[in-house]
């Protein structure tokens, strides 16, 4: 029985009700005549939360007391998106909340829609620990997420003129009801200084850390509950502040404006999330970031670990540590030096426990990607960690050696220490010597890691290398994003799938039935107006519900080729421009992403998407038939928006960079047919959904390597298709520039000279796929067969099936189903 329920924690309408008022009145001070919008989305929270307290004590309860072990998920990010409706979806009070706001004389969607989402990630890494966490809670598995609660998140995007201008994300300008922030809970951090070295009276060496400076980290939980479980899981993420004593000692010393500063530099290491991805940037700030984040995580689980009465030596047994890529693999060294120089390990026992702790997944291709310290700017924030990166590199490299005696080459790949005009440290080298596993995010991506980046690894332990495939939660991205969609699934097969996604296959058997067909199409066009009203609300833009709606919605990179999508744009434009009366599939491309700030050509990039359309979308000619949008500030509330209605998922990577992708999953979920090329997990998706319902183009990744390596020249390609040749003509003479022709140049001229990324290869059998497209489209039931069968044969790409795989294959956790305690 999972409804405890009393006058606190009912679940009835009434109770509700009461509560809402209760919060507004006795928390809040107020009264329904001078509430705000924002006071009821509180009080509605807060009701909420009561209601998952319950759970999330009984389930901390349990596992800090059982034998069970935790899995401890440490990133970097966390993309959650909002809580409101997913709390009430997975507590199951949602049409109980409804009416209760009803009576009260509001919508529930308009507050809902007041949440401002925590923006605490980039991308795809940050929303995949989000998902990760649902499952986890679903499945019912011990788990805690770890990571950095930033004062300011990925910053908020506008356009402006055509270009990206960044704003500060004040996520917590409003509150927060869902953390809950536990002063009492708070380690200290050192950071910088230097390393005393002595031997004790008992000859022991001792390596004395004197640090320049210290910060504290605070707990803030956050409680992640499961699908209809009794289980909820936390999410701490650690704040920075001056410990008491730092500002305490100056103010007595009579230096005030010290210690204020120290304050602010101590606040400083939690203020923002760098909004980079794939894109490093040695930033000394980012380094400790990571360290102090990691830092206070490990010593909370040291610290959960030897209150339940157990060895330091157990550690191992009590919690498993999964590294949400190099991020947190600082983690690594600080786990050692914790066992080291604080619980007195020797070496070797040390190493045995760290070891059978960590395990790393990778989520990148690019070579460039791969994190690496300079060596001296590391020294000067852990010098404590250089000499046990050092320690563990010496023992290591002599095992390397023996096993591949006098090859140089492995050697300096596999050492954690490159060496350039200046050294610098290795972290995937370090996450990869330090972990018992090692896994890549889809098929094709761990396979390339065992030929490319991770090669020696693979050579060296291949017994430490498997595949995770990574999912999606189908209670955010289908449920609660998707409600008519689902409803109409659940009246064919029950509502089982929802923790069970497999069991959409049953939907196979209807998707030749023209009435299923119809109620589907109607489902699809419902979403398609309501977006079409967003974007009329957002843009001032009208567009036409009826027509492909063409969507490519992701961080803005070269690699996933957002531009290859605006030259097809331009393509079509001109067919039209040619023969005014042609007939041709009217289409709506939907662009939303964001780019990192310092990404001279993403940002361009955009800059040509809103420039193309500015053009396009206005041409007499056209007839409306091409519109092209640009939806601002994609971020997981947008993104809830735009999948349901997509006809059409552009994943046009480059094949071979695009290490997973889970858009790509929400989509086809949600109904979508893709087109996309043989990169990442749309390989899996095309086996599953079929090859006869999927639009595949371009080349493999083999015949990327091979192309390059016979010397790419992309210049021929824009010389010998005369299509191609007015495309990049037009951009560069200022067709969409009001003739300005330097505006794009930094683009054309690195498609043209360069195109690392196989532009103008690929956009001859990206036309002919999409005129294949513009031909199925015209089949109104075929299209609704397909776009059935897409969504019926996706179940494998559930978040669900990923994390059943994480725990049987790398982590060996268990389920724990949670006994409410009173
Ligand atoms: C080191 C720093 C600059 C950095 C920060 C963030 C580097 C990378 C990232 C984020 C990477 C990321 O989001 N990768 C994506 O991970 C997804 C989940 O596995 C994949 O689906 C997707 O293909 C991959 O690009």
New binding site residues.
Partial sequence: NILVEDARTGLSVDALKRAISNNLFYVQGKYPEIATRNDYFMAISYAVRDRMLQRWTSSVRQYISGKNKIVSYLS??YLLGPHLANNLINLDIYSQMEQAVKELGFSLDWLIDKEVEPGLG???????AACYMDSLASLEVPAIGYGIRYQFGIFEQAISDGWQVEDTDNWLRRGNPWEIARREISYDVKLGGHVQRYIDEKGKLINNWIPGWVVKGVAYDTPILGYKVNTANTLRLWKSEAPRTFDFQSFNAGEYSNAVNQKIICENISKVL?P??????GKKL?LQQQYFFVSCSLQDMINIHLRSGDKIENFYEKFVVQLN???PSIGIAEMMRLLLDVHRMEWDDAWKVTTKTFAY?N??LLPE?L?TWDLELFASVLPRHLDIIYEINKRFLVDVTLKFFGNHQKIDSLSLIGEGRRKYIKMANLASVGSFAING??SL?TELLKKTVLKDWYEFSPEKFSNKT?GVTPRRWMVLSNPQLTKLITSKIGDTWIKHLEELKGLEKYAEDPEFQQAWMEVKLEQKKKLTRKIHGTLGMIVNPESLFDIQVK?IHEYKRQHLNVLHIITLYNRIKRNPDIDIVPRTFIFAGKSAPGYRKAKLIIKLINAVGKVVNNDPDVKDRLKVVFYPNYNVTNAQKIYPAADLSEQISTAGK?????GNMKLSLNGALTVGTLD??NVEIRECVGEENFFLFGLTADEVEKTKSEGYRPWEYYKNNKYLREVIDQINDGYFSQLDQLIFKELTDSLLYDDQFMVLADYQSYVEIQDKIDEAFRDKSNWARMSILNTARMGKFSSDRSIREYCNEIWKVESVPVELID
Avoid at 122 to 128: A, E, F, P, S, T
């Fill in positions: 970097a990010e980039n991308g795809g890494l940050g929303r995949l760098y980079n991805d794939e894109q490093i940037e980012r890529d190099t991020h997944t989520h990148t990607a994190e995010v889809a991506h990574n961080r695009e290490a997973s992708g889970t990442g997990a």
